[in-house]
Antibody
Framework: EVQLVESGGGLVQPGGSLRLSCAAS????????MSWVRQAPGKGLEWVAN????????YYVDSVKGRFTISRDNAKNSLYLQMNSLRAEDTAVYYC?????????WGQGTMVIVSS | EIVLTQSPATLSLSPGERATLSCRAS??????LAWYQQKPGQAPRVLIY???NRATGIPARFSGSGSGTDFTLTISSLEPEDFAVYYC????????FGPGTKVDIK
């Protein structure tokens, strides 16, 4: 059974930093593109970033470019999202997602709240 | 950026009725369109990928059609567990989601 478990969310002040982690099990993690998708409270879904299986290519939504960094450690079956210069509009549930022809497996999400 | 528009915003139906949800893209996405279902407090789950392919474990009452800019998700006969929010998503150029259609009980 595929499991993706996010951690690292919490309350942070504007301008602060946070690092999200995602632990994968039940899947050959190193073979798949992985993404982060977020959902602001009461709002829709927004793709944030993705990373190639070997980590050599990374892509971001414009609103987080230069502030967020996606990375992975295939030896640890783990995905990360380093978030710097956080803004109120980054407040959301952040999902770790396996990406194939669709976003086919999702974690339960971790909440990030940016507020003073 | 490819913008996806979903209609209607809310669909009020009774169990057993047919649901037809629409998704329109601002430019062609070929067949690179997926549909997701999300229930309150849960992560989304994929229903349909590449416009018309049912994901693993998805019941046959869910079907997708369309190509280019116009797509449809059809639920042939609503079950109680189908009342939820449905999102379309394209992967033709980056990744974007539609705003969602809420299917609620009439």
């Amino acid at each position: 059974e595929v499991q993706l478990v996010e951690s690292g969310g919490g309350l942070v002040q504007p301008g602060g930093s946070l690092r999200l982690s995602c632990a994968a099990s039940g899947v050959t993690f190193s073979r798949h593109w992985m993404s982060w998708v977020r959902q602001a409270p009461g709002k829709g879904l927004e793709w944030v970033a993705n990373i190639k299986p070997d980590g050599s290519e990374k892509y971001y939504v414009d609103s987080v470019k230069g502030r967020f960094t996606i990375s992975r450690d295939n030896a640890k079956n783990s995905l990360y999202l380093q978030m710097n210069s956080l803004r109120a509009e980054d407040t959301a549930v952040y999902y770790c997602v396996r990406q194939t022809e669709a976003f086919d497996f999702w974690g339960q999400g971790t909440m990030v709240i940016v507020s003073s | 950026e490819i913008v996806l528009t979903q209609s209607p915003a809310t669909l009020s139906l009774s169990p057993g009725e047919r649901a037809t949800l629409s998704c329109r893209a601002s430019q062609s996405v070929s067949s690179y369109l997926a549909w997701y279902q999300q229930k309150p407090g849960q992560a989304p789950r994929v229903l349909i990928y590449d416009a018309s392919n049912r994901a693993t474990g998805i019941p046959a009452r869910f079907s997708g059609s369309g190509s280019g800019t116009d797509f449809t998700l059809t639920i042939s006969s609503l079950e109680p567990e189908d009342f939820a929010v449905y999102y379309c998503q394209q992967r033709s150029n980056g990744f974007t989601f539609g705003p969602g259609t809420k299917v609620d009980i009439k």
